[in-house]
Every structure is written in structure tokens, then in C-alpha cells.
């Protein structure tokens, strides 16, 4: 059976990023670097590898940033040209009007309002979510892998991984089901559950393929976890109606919403770099 594709994404980017605070008072999170190319940047690129077509970014006051960044970049880019500059540095951050779109969440009341206030440009599709702090690194990236399951299976779909036990409350957690290779059934879902309440350890990892009824279903949905309105109990009350299957992601993921996760994609990816791989090692060897 062939699914509707998934051509359209939405970045929720409307968070107030206090845990990295004050760099963020004035820079959104996610235009944070990992070497030299914003998170926003690498969540993009994601995208576009897994085929997707337009890009819908949920922002807010103060995230003016990540619209210039996807803008052309005239002055800078005319200098660089007639100074006979390496374009090629700018690959991927020009996204055309026709593929992009910009929606401001007007007030931080939490994920899954952000993603309710892109409903009109989502429309009548399924369509993908990425959480740029969410740092997936492969060598396919994770939304690839999850179109490719979503070809087979159709329906909603996360990523996930296992973390240690001790650290699932701060995260959405699945109850799962049967297991297939890397597909795992999800029965339940919880936001942020108390440890020994948690159904497994394995969360949500920032990526997510779904049905347009999400919509609906956040449209009454009430506050929960932090008093926020959460995606997580949105889908939960989906489980039963629509299938659900969780893909847990070859390849590496560093939660960059927090400062170690931050420090390690950092670290990680200069080692795998060529022009900083050797001057790193040396430098790592010194202060440790
Ligand atoms: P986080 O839980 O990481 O919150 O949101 P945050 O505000 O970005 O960061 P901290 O916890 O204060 O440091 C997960 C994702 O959901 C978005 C964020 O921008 C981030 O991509 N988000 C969260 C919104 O767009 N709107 C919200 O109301 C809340």
C-alpha cells in the first residue's frame, strides 16, 4: 500500500532556551554552532536529505535569526563573490521562498501548541517534526531512515532511543510492544514520568512522522507536564485509532538542549573533521 508522501516539516523553534541562558537572551538556541554550522542548519539539512520540500518554522520574538540565516545574504555574498571567496561555504542556507515558511508561536506554551500553530500551512498531510536541539548524526540521517519506515508501515512514527533509567524523567517515554529489527510498536506514551512510573527507557528522541489529526487532537488538547501543552499526551490519546511505531536510529544522538550534550557534539564532530581533528586530539590530550 503507498502512503501520502511526507513533503513538509515543521522546526518548533518558539522555545526560550533558559538553560543557556545568557547566551541565548539574545540568540535563539538553535542558531547555537556545532563546529561552524548552526543546529537549525543541520536539522535542515536533515530534512532535505529525507526529501522533504518546505519547511515550516514556528518562531517567536527574538528568533528573527533563523529567517536571516535561510535569507539571501546580499551584502555579504556580493563582497565574498567579487573578493573571489569560497561560495561554497554558504551551501544550504539559502532556502527559496516557495520551501520555507515562518509562523510565530506569539507565547511559549509548549511543544504542542507550537506545533498546533502551524496547522494551517500543514494542512490535510502527514508531515515530519524536528527539534533542531536534538542532534542526530548518522551516516543516514535519522529522518531518512524513518521515511523509509514510514514507506512501509504508513501511519505515526517516532525515533527513540535508550537512555539509563535514572534520567527518563526529564523526557516522553514509550511503552513498547512488539519489536521488528529496528521498529518497535508503541502502546503508550508518557511525558516526563516519575522513574518508577516510567513504561521502559526508551524516549523520544526530537524526530517524529504524523498524521494531520494530531492537529485536531491538540486543538482541545489541555495543559500537562510543566503546564504546558504537551505533543506527547496529543499522540497518546492516538494510540489505538492509528498505528504508531517507534525506529530507534543507527547512528549517533547528543541532546544539545543541554550543555554537556552541547560539549560532546562539539568534540565528536571535530574529530571526525580533517582540518581540526589533529590540533583537537592534541588539545583534549593536555586537560585530561
Ligand atoms: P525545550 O523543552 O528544549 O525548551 O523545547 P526550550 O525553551 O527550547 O529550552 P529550555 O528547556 O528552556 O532550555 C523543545 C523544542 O520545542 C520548542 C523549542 O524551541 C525546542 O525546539 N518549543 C518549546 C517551542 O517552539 N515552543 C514552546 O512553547 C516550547
Request: hydrophobic share 40%; glycine share 10%; net charge negative.
Amino acid at each position: 500500500m503507498s502512503h501520502k508522501p511526507i513533503r513538509k516539516a515543521v522546526f518548533p523553534v518558539a522555545g526560550l532556551g533558559t538553560r543557556f541562558l545568557p547566551a541565548t537572551k539574545a540568540i535563539p538556541k538553535e542558531m547555537l554552532p556545532i563546529i561552524d554550522r548552526p543546529l537549525i542548519q543541520y536539522a535542515v539539512d536533515e530534512a532535505i536529505e529525507a526529501g522533504i520540500e518546505q519547511m515550516i518554522f514556528v518562531t517567536g520574538r527574538g528568533k528573527s535569526a533563523i529567517e536571516d540565516h535561510f535569507d539571501m545574504a546580499y551584502e555579504l555574498e556580493h563582497t565574498m563573490s567579487s573578493r573571489g571567496k569560497d561560495m561554497t561555504i554558504l551551501d544550504g542556507t539559502h532556502l527559496k521562498p516557495g520551501n520555507c515558511a515562518y509562523v510565530r508561536q506569539q507565547v511559549p506554551m509548549g511543544l504542542g501548541h507550537a506545533i498546533w500553530c502551524a496547522r494551517d500551512i500543514v494542512g490535510d498531510e502527514p508531515f515530519a517534526i524536528f527539534l533542531p536541539d536534538e542532534f542526530m548524526h548518522g551516516k543516514t540521517g535519522c529522518m531518512k531512515q524513518m521515511v523509509s519506515a514510514y514507506k512501509e508501515k504508513g501511519g505515526n512514527l517516532l525515533s527513540v532511543l535508550e537512555i539509563p533509567e535514572d534520567q527518563v524523567s526529564s523526557y516522553g517515554v514509550i511503552d513498547p510492544g512488539a519489536r521488528d529489527g529496528t521498529l518497535t510498536e508503541v502502546k503508550g506514551l508518557v511525558e516526563k514520568p516519575a522513574q518508577k512510573d516510567a513504561p521502559s527507557n526508551l524516549i523520544i528522541s526530537g524526530r517524529y512522522i504524523l498524521q494531520p489529526d494530531v492537529m485536531r487532537t491538540l486543538e482541545n488538547q489541555e495543559a500537562g507536564s510543566g503546564g504546558e501543552i504537551q505533543l506527547t499526551d496529543a499522540m497518546a490519546k492516538m494510540i489505538g485509532s492509528q498505528a504508531f511505531h517507534a525506529v530507534t536510529f543507527d547512528g549517533d544522538r547528543y541532546d544539545c538542549g543541554s550543555k554537556a550534550g552541547y560539549l560532546e557534539a562539539n568534540f565528536a564532530l571535530a574529530l571526525q573533521r580533517d582540518d581540526l581533528a589533529d590540533d583537537v586530539r592534541k588539545f583534549i590530550k593536555k586537560y585530561i
